[in-house]
């Protein structure tokens, strides 16, 4: 059998890359039929998993495209797709082929023997013509690369991403130079993805990136290797990686960053479980509540709940001022539905101020049995010290951070055994929630609502075009124009994004 040639760099782009050997051999019933399938755009383990499941049912299914191959099988590409990818195996007359989607072995495998391959089942020139189910034209309405800003604070971005695969894995790529304290390659694929997610189109080719921002070498083969295999082999090598795998469990926990995770890891630790079995670390006390609540504080967020302690926020703060002014801000505000903590902005637009606001609020909280964990951080604020020239500076607002205890709904209390022998301490009828609470004077609200806000991506680059494309410099504290030396008054959010 002689097998069809493969150009040299498809070679060198599959070097180190071996199929999965199977002991099993299965008997062939329908030898009429000899099934390849196409790994562009499926990626290796999906195609090995389709490869012996067809085998299983009695297919041939080759493992390389040779001359005995009658059935090519392809998902997510078009007609014209597949006729290019048939050139670069240098195969010059594709008709011998019936060209196939995915669809049809499914089909295959529903009814356990081959079905006939109907024209819906086919790809053809003519089907390439018409929008797809999976892509319909009135979603890829008319793009201008060139008009895409490398600002994301000039982009529009909706919660609808279009290319998750591709943005999951940049940010497994930047979360791994983060851990590495990276920051240039970080920021690199951060920007990256940021971008990809302002589009309002799947990118299926390389040709649909042409000419966007942040894309650079990296950022750019990573993307060829998705569209050609369906997966990224750097990111799935990242998340196989055991620095990274330690990494992500120590920065799970509340009080935990990189500096410290960079000592446990060179201490050879590498689970939470051996963290927690070494009596010689000594805790902070933010990390030891990380590790008394860790299990409520990993888990999402939902609207509801963050709608539940909004009240109680709004409650306990109106006791103490009753016109503050009580304001969630982070994901939330921006309309997405769970979350991992709720932070809130207050403020009070009348004369009244109190200083003593936050304490006031954590002492009745705790009155309550509601306070699980507060920090409270006092201001530092410097008026001759705004705005800061730091893009990622942090702000200098007096500050809590708190864990709350959120009440759960009781849902059938028949269901609840009164008798002496059930231990009413063990119902555990609430969960630990993860609350910020940043005091600002009135005159900077409209600065910290906006920072406060996000994204963190959307701060740095709304900072960085404040900088060098208006002249400016802006924190969440104020807007100074350099050229008029003074700072510019703003009372709302929209007023701070136009920047002029």
């Known amino acids: 059998m002689d097998r069809i040639r493969t150009p040299a760099s498809q070679r060198k782009r599959q070097k180190g890359m071996h199929s999965p050997k199977f002991s099993c051999s299965y008997e062939i019933k329908f030898n009429n039929f000899v099934i390849f399938i196409m790994q562009r755009k499926m990626g290796m383990t999906r195609r090995t998993f389709l490869m012996e499941l067809a085998r299983s049912k009695g297919f041939r299914v080759e493992s390389e495209l040779s001359d005995s191959v009658t059935h090519i099988v392809a998902e997510n590409n078009s007609y014209l797709e597949v006729l290019d990818w048939l050139r670069g195996q240098a195969v010059g007359d594709s008709s011998r082929f019936e060209l196939l989607d995915i669809s049809w072995l499914t089909a295959c495998m529903e009814a356990g023997r081959p079905v006939d391959s109907e024209m819906k089942y086919r790809l053809t020139e003519q089907a390439d013509r018409y929008p797809t189910l999976n892509t319909p034209e009135s979603e890829v309405p008319l793009f201008t690369a060139s008009k895409v800003s490398q600002y994301s604070c000039q982009r529009k971005t909706t919660l609808n991403n279009c290319n998750k695969k591709f943005t999951d894995a940049f940010e497994i790529m930047a979360e791994n130079y983060e851990f590495k304290e990276n920051e240039i390659f970080c920021l690199e ?81 590498r689970t939470l479980e051996e963290v927690k079995a070494d009596k010689t670390l000594k805790l902070s006390k933010m990390q030891r509540a990380g590790f008394l609540y860790y299990e409520d504080l990993v888990s999402f967020v939902s609207k509801a709940e963050a709608d539940a302690v909004s009240l109680i926020v709004k409650n306990t703060v109106c006791t103490f001022l009753p016109d503050a002014l009580v304001t969630i801000t982070g994901g939330f505000r921006r309309g997405k539905k769970i979350g991992h903590d709720i932070d809130f902005l207050i403020t009070n637009p009348g004369p009244r101020e109190d200083d003593e606001l936050l304490h006031k609020v954590v002492d009745l909280w705790k009155k309550q049995g509601l306070l699980l964990y507060c920090d409270i951080i006092e201001s530092t604020f410097v008026k001759e010290q705004i705005p800061s020239r730091e893009v990622d500076a942090m702000d200098h607002f007096q500050k809590c951070f708190a864990i709350l205890k959120l009440y759960t709904p009781s849902t059938d209390n028949s269901s609840y055994n009164t008798s002496k022998e059930c231990d009413m301490a063990e119902v555990k009828d609430w969960k630990a929630i993860r609350v910020d609470l940043v005091i600002t004077p009135f005159e900077q609200y409209a600065y910290a609502l906006l920072g406060w806000t996000g994204s963190r991506q959307f701060g740095r680059d709304l900072r960085r075009y404040a900088t060098h494309e208006r002249k400016m410099m802006l924190d969440n504290h104020a807007l100074y124009d350099k050229r008029k030396n003074s700072c510019i008054q703003r009372k709302t959010t929209e007023e701070t994004r136009t920047l002029n």
């Not at 951060?190 to 799947?202: D, H, I």
Request: charged share 30%; with cysteine; glycine share 8%.
């Open 189 to 269: 694929f951060l920007r990256a993805a940021s971008v990809l997610k302002c589009l309002p189109f799947p990118v299926t080719r390389m040709k649909d990136i042409q000419g966007l921002p942040c894309m650079g070498d990296q950022v750019r083969d990573v993307i060829e290797e998705i569209i050609e295999d369906g997966e990224s082999s750097r990111a799935k090598d990242v998340l196989n990686d055991e620095r990274y795998k330690s990494f992500k469990q120590f920065t799970s926990v509340f009080g935990v960053g990189v500096k410290t995770s960079e000592k446990w890891f060179r201490m050879g630790l």
